[in-house]
């Protein structure tokens, strides 16, 4: 079975600080991982996903198999970051079973 | 493309009665999924197909929950006899084939059973 663990519902930074979002996961095979975001009144969509080792609109995020997390972090969060995040895993037997997390609201204070 | 479609964006039923949502995926896209949203559990899959088959249906809460893919272009996700803890958001959302690739989240619909 594959899970995707968001422990933290809500987390409240003021701008300038860094943010931290936790995700854990458990899947037998070989996953990819993708951070989702749903910004006020808007679809939800990718922000990034572990394959492209990028960094979007200043996030990143590294796959730690070890620990089975990949968290996303921001050194210096703005107030337009505030929104909904969500860790997502995709796996299965047919290979893009795509499973979310619990998801994490942002709250970014001036 | 206008991206993935789904209708009505609102829906207010009385308990008891049939709902069917409805969503169109990307042209060319071939897997669609379907998810619930929300504010206790978040983002739960109910159902997701494969080239317009179900390929896992184990999120499906009930027997009165059903969707159904009849060709590439439609999918419809129905309720009956639908339940005010049915009220949720429900997006609709599709992705090529293959592992590792982005899904595009339709607008939702908001259900409000009363």
């Known amino acids: 079975a594959q899970r995707v663990t968001q422990p933290e519902k809500l987390l409240s930074v003021f701008k300038g600080a860094p943010v931290e979002l936790k995700c854990n996961y458990s899947?037998?095979?070989?996953?990819?991982l993708f951070w989702y975001v749903q910004y006020s009144r808007q679809r939800l969509q990718l922000l990034l996903r572990?394959?492209s080792r990028e960094s979007i609109k200043g996030f990143t995020a590294d796959l730690n198999k070890g620990e089975t997390s990949f968290h996303l972090k921001k050194p210096f969060a703005q107030e337009e970051d505030s929104a909904m995040y969500y860790c997502a895993l995709s796996g299965g037997a047919a290979g893009n079973k795509l499973t979310f997390g619990g998801g994490t609201r942002v709250l970014v204070k001036p | 493309d206008a991206g993935v479609i789904q209708s009505p964006r609102h829906e207010v039923t009385e308990m008891g009665q049939e709902v069917t949502l409805r969503c169109k995926p990307i042209s060319g896209h071939n897997s669609l999924f379907w998810y619930r949203q929300t504010m206790m559990r978040g983002l739960e899959l109910l159902i997701y197909f494969n080239n317009n088959v179900p390929i896992d249906d184990s999120g499906m809460p009930e027997d009165r929950f059903s969707a159904k893919m009849p060709n590439a272009s439609f999918s419809t996700l129905k309720i009956q006899p639908s339940e005010p803890r049915d009220s949720a958001v429900y997006f609709c959302?599709?992705?090529?084939?293959?592992?590792?690739?982005?899904?595009?989240f339709g607008q939702g619909t908001r259900l409000t059973v009363v």
């Open positions: 959302a599709s992705s090529p084939r293959g592992r590792g690739t982005e899904a595009f």
């Open positions: 899947y037998s095979g070989s996953p990819e």
């Open positions: 572990h394959i």
